[in-house]
Every structure is written in C-alpha cells, then in structure tokens.
Nanobody, 124 residues
Framework: QVQLVESGGGLVRAGGSSRLSCTAS????????MGWFRQAPGKEREFVAG????????FYADSVKGRFTISRDNAKNTMYLQMNSLKPEDTAVYYC?????????????????WGQGTQVTVSS
C-alpha cells in the first residue's frame, strides 16, 4: 500500500512563490510515475505537472509552464512542486498522485494513489 502526504501551500500574494512537498511511503520511490494535479472550486481536477513513466522526463500544463517546476529527491522519497510568479487563478487544492502503469500522465484516471490535498490560495 502506498501513502502520499502533501505539505506546503497556504496563502500567498500574487507574484509570490510557494513550494509543495509530497512524501511517499510503501514503495521504492526512484522510478515511480508521479504527478501534481489541482482542483479549483466548481472545476474538474486538472493536470499541473508530472514525471514520465520511468521518472526521467517531465511535462507541464501550458498554464504553469515556465512558472512551476516539478522535482524529486529519491533519497527522501519526496517530490516537490516549486511554484513561482503565482497568479490568483492558481488558487486550488493541489494533489500529488502516483500511477502504476504507463497510462497517460495527463489524466486523473491514470493514477492509483492520491494524497489528501493541500490548499494554495493566491491573493490579488
């Protein structure tokens, strides 16, 4: 059984930065296919950033490209999402997720395990 625990987030001013962390337990972390999603009130959960199957490549949603960076520290079993130049439209609950098959990294349905979510609120 895999457990994912997110931390970070909170209230940030527009233009500011924040870093989210996601720590995994229960599996060898280094080659896990993981990603970040977010869900704003009244909207569907959407892809933010993720690692390819095998963990050596990354993809980003167009809306965050150039502002967000996904990374991982295998020694700490932790994945990060560094968020810079935050905008009010980035306000959402952010989730980390893990998938156990080489399905599309962009689809929430591809992921088998999810963290509890952490709120990020960007004030204008």
């Amino acid at each position: 059984q895999v457990q994912l625990v997110e931390s970070g987030g909170g209230l940030v001013r527009a233009g500011g930065s924040s870093r989210l962390s996601c720590t995994a337990s229960g599996r060898t972390f280094s080659n896990l296919a993981m990603g970040w999603f977010r869900q704003a009130p009244g909207k569907e959960r959407e892809f933010v950033a993720g690692f390819t199957w095998g963990g050596d490549g990354t993809f980003y949603a167009d809306s965050v490209k150039g502002r967000f960076t996904i990374s991982r520290d295998n020694a700490k079993n932790t994945m990060y999402l560094q968020m810079n130049s935050l905008k009010p439209e980035d306000t959402a609950v952010y989730y980390c997720a893990l998938r156990q098959s080489p399905r599309s990294l962009f689809l929430p349905s591809s992921y088998n395990y999810w963290g509890q979510g952490t709120q990020v609120t960007v004030s204008s």
